[in-house]
Nanobody, 123 residues
């Protein structure tokens, strides 16, 4: 069993930073590729960022230069550092994982999902 729990969501003023965390439990030393997705009301769940086990990252064009994805030293936590937030970043943010060294940009690439955390950016 693999469990993902996001934290760090909340309300933030436009232009400000916010850091999301995703704690992975079940098999601490399993090899996982991680991803972050977001879903705004009435929209599909969209790719935000991905991180391989070797810490190579991929970012969506909409967040490139503003967001970064990283893994904790113990490799059981992943972070999404969000800077220069915009109102259009408002969404429920989901952490995802898949066994292996790399994932992808698609929801179907991932087998495990967190419950989501709401990020609301006000102007």
């Amino acid at each position: 069993q693999v469990t993902l729990v996001e934290s760090g969501g909340g309300s933030v003023q436009a232009g400000g930073p916010r850091r999301l965390s995703c704690a992975v439990s079940g098999r601490t030393f399993d090899t996982y590729a991680m991803g972050w997705f977001r879903q705004a009301p009435g929209k599909e769940r969209d790719f935000v960022a991905a991180l391989t086990w070797s810490e190579s990252s991929t970012l969506a064009d909409s967040v490139k230069g503003r967001f970064t994805i990283s893994r904790g030293n113990a490799k059981n936590t992943v972070y999404l550092q969000m800077n220069s937030l915009k109102p259009e970043d408002t969404a429920v943010y989901y952490c995802a994982a898949t066994r292996g060294y790399s994932g992808g940009r698609f929801v179907t690439d991932y087998a495990y999902w967190g419950q989501g955390t709401q990020v609301t950016v006000s102007s």
